[in-house]
């Protein structure tokens, strides 16, 4: 589908970090804000050697609601705060509670106030408003029922945290693929060889997030590019490269020179160097420093980007290429989805052609069954926001892994809902409601039969067709007749029943396109 030379030097994909969960330390940090010495001795000697999730605590300690607030502000990774009530005055306690969620705007921090005496409990409203997790007296404090309460506040820190980090994942991968898939659609729109070349190094800068030096280089002619740089001539450039002295062009070209050699985008050093060839022998080259600082992701994005530029220079001017090379990109970013998830490029192939054949069966019109095999293959991006430790899990999730798991119908949603293109719109509604069951009872909204978009219900059933069918991380693959039991016991409840009916007559060649796109280690 795409040539070889377009894949770029990355190291190990399936390393890219999911977001950890854990914070950096080797220790849950715990704050004791109390006014009586004796308390803080006691509560350490009652939680000492105690470990939570292998991790050991480590106390703070304040003596006054003041003094809480300074260590509060100067330690955002403190996970429990064991605050006293009455201190300095009789609501010291509660404004360090209030500093926390408001001042500090640290939803994370888990909160357990303690005080001395029956009757001190502030009115519940207190709890809700700054998420108070516990109330204890202190005389309640003995070392079973403090580790208990503890216990249950870490883990809540810890599943709080989880979230927190897998939101700011997704944000960030977010931005990148939008900057990809708007990046690339301005590019279709240039019309000229130098515009083009203009555009392409603002949008592979944006995509990137890096602002560096950089250039756009172009060969006449394959045969005259490699070892004489005369023949290059310079499109544009950013950064210092703008000055393009003469000892920093001998520094460039060496790296030119090797990417022209393989014929192929290279990350050098921190370096990336883009090779495009057009049929016609055109090369055109793309030279980036201060690559670095570059994570995997980003490299898979550039990655994507450079194939879609590849096809735009093979078809600057021709429509219909075009909007081909546009679906060309969605197809891209549901492979890097699929290499983090370990699956083979091929699932999402295999899926666009099938959803494409079920779409003809059922008497959908061209441009439909067009926009749906199109379409279809994003139907998983969300899963760039769900952690390595879940999407990899060699093994059945726990029931609040898959609470997490689910989460990917949403964000996928989130990363393509904000196209006003038509395609992008029902990749957006594909990928939010691929998990939805006809019953109602799927997720993430609980749509019922008809309410489910019609695409939606298409993918679902092929979806899990083609999962069932092959290997996934945490399962073996099922025999055909296991597969389609297993469609037709979700016929009406799972699945569209008359979608399920047209799918069974279609088998044969669901089947010859599964063999056509065989996944690697079947
Ligand atoms: P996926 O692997 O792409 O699977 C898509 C859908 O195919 C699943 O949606 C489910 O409806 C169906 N399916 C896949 N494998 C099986 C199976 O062994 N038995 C049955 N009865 N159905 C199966 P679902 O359940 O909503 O899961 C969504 C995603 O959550 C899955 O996508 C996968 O990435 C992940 N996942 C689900 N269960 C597990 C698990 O036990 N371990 C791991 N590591 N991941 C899981
Ligand atoms: C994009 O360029 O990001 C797609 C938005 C649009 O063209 O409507
Ligand atoms: C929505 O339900 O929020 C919009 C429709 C969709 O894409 O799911
Ligand atoms: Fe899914
Ligand atoms: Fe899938």
């Not at 260590?71 to 955002?76: Q, R, Y």
């Not at 001042?103 to 001395?116: E, H, P, Q, Y």
């Not at 029931?399 to 809902?417: N, S």
Request: charge should be negative; aromatic fraction near 6%; charged fraction near 25%.
């Amino acid at each position: 589908m795409f040539s070889k030379r377009t894949s770029l030097d990355t190291q190990a994909p399936a390393t890219t970090d999911g977001p950890t969960a854990q914070p950096s330390t080797a220790y849950w940090r715990v704050l004791i804000v109390d006014d009586e010495p004796d308390i803080h001795t006691v509560t350490e000697m009652a939680l000492g050697g105690v470990r939570i999730e292998g991790r050991e605590l480590e106390f703070l300690h304040a003596h006054s609601g003041a003094e809480a607030k300074q260590v509060l502000a100067t330690h955002p990774d403190i996970a429990l705060v064991l605050l006293d009530v009455v201190m300095e005055d009789t609501h010291a306690g509660l404004e360090v509670a209030r500093f926390i969620r408001e001042d500090l705007d640290n939803t994370l921090i888990r909160i357990v106030l303690r005080t001395g005496q029956p009757g001190e409990a502030p009115e519940e409203q207190v709890f809700v408003t700054y998420d108070i997790n516990d109330y204890k007296e202190k005389t309640e404090l003995d070392r079973r029922r403090l580790f208990t309460t503890v216990y249950s506040a870490i883990r809540a820190y810890r599943d709080l945290m989880r979230i927190e980090t897998s939101r700011k994942y997704l944000l960030r991968n977010r931005a990148g693929l939008e900057r990809v898939i708007h990046a690339s659609s301005r590019l279709f729109e240039t019309r000229s060889i130098t515009d083009f070349a203009r555009g392409l190094l603002e949008q592979i800068t944006s995509v990137l997030f890096i602002d560096s030096s950089s250039m756009i280089v172009q060969a006449q002619g394959a045969s005259a590019v490699g070892e004489d740089q005369t023949h290059w001539q310079i499109i544009t450039t950013t950064g210092d490269l703008h000055l393009a002295n003469a000892q920093r062009m001998d520094e460039v070209s060496g790296y030119l020179q090797q990417a022209c050699r393989q014929r192929r985008s290279l990350f050098l050093d921190d370096r990336f160097v883009g090779y495009f060839e057009t049929r016609s022998g055109r090369v055109t080259l793309v030279y980036v420093e201060g690559c670095d600082r570059l994570d995997e992701l980003s490299r898979q994005l550039l990655d994507i980007f450079s194939v879609n530029v590849t096809t735009a220079f093979e078809n600057i001017s021709l429509e219909k290429e075009i909007a081909d090379t546009q679906n060309e990109i969605i197809l891209r970013l549901g492979d890097v989805l699929e290499t983090r998830s370990r699956e083979t490029g091929n699932h999402v192939r295999r899926l666009a052609a099938i959803c494409h054949l079920l779409g003809r069966k059922i008497g959908l019109s061209e441009d439909e069954c067009d926009e749906l095999r199109n379409a279809s293959p994003m139907h998983d991006i969300g899963k760039i926001a769900i952690p390595d430790r879940i999407l990899l899990k060699p093994g059945k999730l726990s029931a609040e892994e898959f609470e997490e798991m689910k989460y990917h119908a949403e964000a996928g949603y989130q990363i393509l809902c904000n196209s006003n293109r038509p395609l992008m719109i029902s990749a957006a509604t594909i990928a939010h409601q691929h998990h939805e069951r006809y019953d109602g009872t799927g997720y993430p909204q609980g749509l019922q039969g008809e309410s489910i978009h019609l695409y939606a219900r298409i993918v679902a059933v092929v979806d899990v067709f083609d999962a069932l069918m092959h290997r996934r991380c945490y399962k073996a693959p099922w025999a055909l007749e296991q597969t389609l039991d297993a469609l037709r016991e979700g016929r009406g409840s799972h699945f569209d029943p008359r979608l399920v009916d047209h799918f069974l007559e279609i088998v044969p060649e669901a089947l010859a396109i599964i063999e056509q796109y065989p996944d690697s280690q079947d």
